[in-house]
C-alpha cells in the first residue's frame, strides 16, 4: 500500500502465520479447529451497509450450532470426578493456494472463501482494475453459481504501509471494484452483497517482510454454502 499522506514502519502481524506452498493441498479427512479466523450502473445490487467499526470479518465466526451432549447419558463413560468440556464445531476444511500466493480459495462444511491478491486484480496503489481481473472474477462467478450462494461478501485488505486511513480508503475502493464486476457477471436480482475495507486490519501473513506484505494486500470473496446457505442439498 503506498502512503497517501505518510509512511510508517512496517509491523510484524503476529495473529496468523504465513501460509506457503506449492499448489499446496490440505485435505483434512477428519477435523479442522476453525479460528476466529463499485463501479456499476443502476443494475448492480447494491451493497449492504457496514458496521462502523466490526470487531472481525463476518464469516470469521463458525455459522453452524456445536452440538448438544448429554453429560448423563448412560453410554458415555468417564471416571469419576470428570466433566465434559463445551461443545465446539470443527468443521473440515481444504485450503489450496497457488505457488506465489496470488490465488487461495478455503472451502469448509459451510463456506466458501477465495483471496486474490491485490497485484493479481490492480496496478500499485490503484483500485482500477486490469485486464486480467475481469477472467479471475469470473472464475469465482461461476463457482458462486455453483455452489448457489446467496450472500456473498467481498473484502478488501492492504499491508501496513502508508497511513491507516489510506489503507482503508484504498481497501474499500477495491472491493468496491470487485463488486461491481462480479454483481454485473451474475446478473442475479436474488443474490445480495457486503463490501468491506479493512485497511491493515487482519492480515493473513507477515508484514515485516514484502513477500508478506504482498499476501496481505488482497481482495477476499465469500459466501455461505450448503444448508448454510439456505440451500437444502
Known sequence: MAAGTGRRTPRTAGRRPAAVSVALTLLFTGFQLTSASAAGSAAVPAAAPAENDPSAPPGAVPLSE???????????????????????????????ETEGGEERREETTISLKFALQAEVLFGKDSAELNPRAESRIAAIAAEVEKHRGRKIRVFGFTDNLGT????????????????????????????????????????????ATEDGRRKNRRVEVSFPTGSAAGNPN
Open 66 to 96: 456445536p452440538p448438544q451432549v448429554d453429560a448423563d447419558s448412560a453410554g458415555l463413560k468417564m471416571r469419576d470426578g470428570a466433566t465434559l468440556a463445551q461443545p465446539r464445531v470443527l468443521d473440515i476444511v481444504s485450503i489450496v
Open 164 to 207: 491507516y486511513e489510506h489503507g482503508r480508503k484504498l481497501s474499500r475502493q477495491r472491493a468496491d471494484a470487485v463488486h461491481g464486476v462480479l454483481s454485473e457477471q451474475l446478473n442475479d436480482p436474488g443474490v445480495t452483497y457486503e463490501v468491506r475495507g479493512y485497511s491493515e486490519d487482519y492480515p493473513i501473513a507477515d508484514n
